[in-house]
Nanobody, 121 residues
Framework: QVQLVESGGGLVQPGGSLRLSCVASGEIVGLNLMGWYRQAQGKQREIVAT???????YYEDSVKGRFTISRDNAKNMVALQMNSLKPEDTAVYYC???????????????WGQGTQVTVSS
C-alpha cells in the first residue's frame, strides 16, 4: 500500500503563485509515475501534470507555461509550482501515483486526500 500526503494550497489572487508538495510512503519501490489531478466543483477530475522516474513530464494544455512539476526521488516527493494562476484553476488538487499510471493519465491506484486551491480577488 502507498500513502500520499499533500501540502500547500490555499487562497491566492489572480496572477499569484502557489506550490503544492506530495510525499509518498509505504510500498513505493518501483513507482514510476507521480502526478497531479484536479477537480473543480461540478466537473470531472482531470489530469494536470505528471512526471516519471527519468524526469519526463506531461502537462495539460491549459497549464503549459504556467505550472512546473518536479520530482525528488531521494525524498519520494513530487511538487507542483503554479504561477500566473487564474480563477479557472480553482479546484481540489490531488496527488496521484500507481503502477498503471502513464504520463498522459492511465489509471492511478493511489490518491492523496486533496488540497483546495482557490484563485480569487
Amino acid at each position: 500500500q502507498v500513502q500520499l500526503v499533500e501540502s500547500g494550497g490555499g487562497l491566492v489572487q489572480p496572477g499569484g503563485s502557489l506550490r503544492l508538495s506530495c510525499v509518498a510512503s509505504g510500498e513505493i519501490v518501483g513507482l514510476n509515475l507521480m502526478g497531479w489531478y484536479r477537480q473543480a466543483q461540478g466537473k470531472q477530475r482531470e489530469i494536470v501534470a505528471t512526471v516519471d522516474n527519468s524526469g519526463s513530464t506531461y502537462y495539460e494544455d491549459s497549464v503549459k507555461g504556467r505550472f512546473t512539476i518536479s520530482r525528488d526521488n531521494a525524498k519520494n516527493m513530487v511538487a507542483l509550482q503554479m504561477n500566473s494562476l487564474k480563477p479557472e484553476d480553482t479546484a481540489v488538487y490531488y496527488c496521484a501515483s500507481g503502477p498503471r499510471m502513464t504520463l498522459t493519465g492511465g489509471s492511478p491506484s493511489y490518491w492523496g486526500q486533496g488540497t483546495q486551491v482557490t484563485v480569487s480577488s
